[in-house]
């Protein structure tokens, strides 16, 4: 999977959870949208279990685009796949 | 290897915030902690709900079965007595719910609640929680809570 494929399925999986359909990569997840440090967690949650990885706690608060969270996920992916 | 912890009722109410008429579950059937805890109640005609809930046909209000969840919950985290002092004092709140409820539930019915851990983080986390009486399930939810200490 390529990084606009991942990014695809992460803006899906971010879109309904915040009930946003339309989101550049680079909105502020809380500035632009709306969004708020639980619904962060739930997003991690979701794409936890979406791609059975596990995001360290210290990761979520650089998790603040859809740029942000594409990078922490292949960063955290990267060990699995090679 | 894990253990597994069992809680009656007068344990359950002094682990829970909450206090009567409001204390939604009755005993904690097992429970591993930090990840997964199955709680019980039993469902009496003799409850505050019932003659509001409704006055012609008795059943157990739906936002109850998710609060029943929540305390649930709750318990895995203040139950388990080396995970106590992380949360002593802690206050939970609920921050969304994302429900289903496909059965009605009524008086005679033994709910039994089970909660799954999908996230913890130090200030909230994610439950998977389904409701099931007699095997079959009657609600289901994802709670996300804050924790505030």
């Known amino acids: 999977m390529n990084e606009m494929e991942l990014k695809g399925q992460l803006k899906e999986i971010i879109a309904e959870i915040i009930e946003v359909d339309e989101f550049g990569d680079d909105e502020n997840f809380v500035r632009d949208l709306g969004v708020d440090s639980m619904m962060a967690l739930e997003i991690v949650a979701r794409i936890e279990k979406s791609y059975r990885i596990r995001i360290p706690e210290e990761f979520l608060p650089e998790i603040k685009t859809l740029t942000d969270v594409t990078r922490v996920v292949s960063n955290v992916m990267q060990p699995i796949n090679g | 290897m894990t253990t597994t912890i069992k809680l009656g009722f007068d344990q359950v109410r002094r682990l829970l ?103 913890v983080v130090s200030t909230g986390g994610v439950m998977e929680c389904t409701a099931t009486v007699d095997g079959n399930v009657v609600a289901k939810a994802d709670l996300t809570f804050a924790v505030q200490r």
């Open chain 2, 17 to 119: 915030p909450q206090a009567y008429p409001f204390c939604l579950v009755d005993v904690v059937e097992e429970l591993t902690p930090g990840e997964r805890i199955v709680a019980r109640k039993n469902i009496s005609g003799n409850e505050w709900m019932f003659p509001g809930h409704f006055p012609d046909k008795a059943i157990y209000p739906g936002v109850l079965l998710i609060e029943g969840m929540a305390q649930t919950s709750i318990l895995l985290f203040k139950g388990a007595e080396d995970q106590d002092a992380d949360f002593e004092g802690a206050t939970f709140m609920i921050a969304s719910v994302k429900s289903r409820f496909l059965a009605p539930v009524v008086p005679g019915d033994q709910v039994r609640y089970t909660c799954e851990v999908v996230k």
